[in-house]
């Protein structure tokens, strides 16, 4: 486990310091490049499992692993803030405006998967995975512009060197 830190705290450590080279935000490379990084060791076990003919757990394994990253993963950072380090406070602030229409656009997905899931009778076909692919471009690509102020003035400008 110790390890596993390790490793995590440079890949963040060095795609920071790879997005401010570029003059890319960290919320943008955190949506793609660390998404995707923390993403591989669940899409592989998904692959495999799928190849044995349980789709089932396939799919079940990517939605409990983007809820179990989302309500312990975003939360306990947050309550160790701010309950050991900013003592006394209770409310952290949070400096991207984007993040409420990109909170929007992922629950928009939690509802895309389900209807569509439904609609295809609970199968997972080669053109199923391949709308759900194109899906996650657009989606990526919409939360990329938004963190990008495209859409309007939403997040501050990074700070100077």
């Known amino acids: 486990v110790i390890w596993i830190a390790a490793y995590t705290y440079i890949?963040?450590?060095?795609?920071?310091?790879?997005?401010?080279?570029l003059g890319i935000p960290d919320t943008v490379m955190g949506l793609t490049l660390l998404a995707a990084g923390t993403s591989l060791p669940d899409c592989l076990?998904?692959?495999?499992?799928?190849?044995?003919?349980?789709?089932?757990?396939?799919?079940?394994?990517?939605?409990?692993?983007?809820?179990?990253?989302?309500l312990l993963f975003l939360c306990l950072p947050w309550l160790i803030e701010s309950a050991g380090v900013n003592k006394g406070e209770d409310t952290l602030e949070i400096s991207s405006s984007g993040l409420l229409y990109?909170?929007?656009?992922?629950?928009g997905t939690?509802?895309?998967l389900l209807i569509t899931v439904?609609?295809?009778?609970?199968r997972l076909t080669k053109g199923y995975g391949v709308l759900c692919l194109v899906v996650y471009v657009v989606v990526i690509t919409l939360s990329s512009l938004f963190e990008l102020n495209v859409f309007g003035d939403l997040n501050p400008p990074a700070c100077p060197r």
Do not use: E, H, Y
């Open 11 to 21: 890949m963040v450590w060095m795609i920071t310091i790879a997005g401010d080279a």
């Open 45 to 70: 076990a998904s692959v495999l499992v799928a190849r044995d003919g349980f789709g089932d757990m396939a799919v079940s394994n990517s939605i409990g692993s983007n809820v179990f990253d989302i």
């Open 102 to 107: 990109s909170a929007l656009t992922l629950l």
């Open 118 to 122: 439904s609609a295809n009778r609970w």
């Open 110 to 112: 939690v509802a895309f």
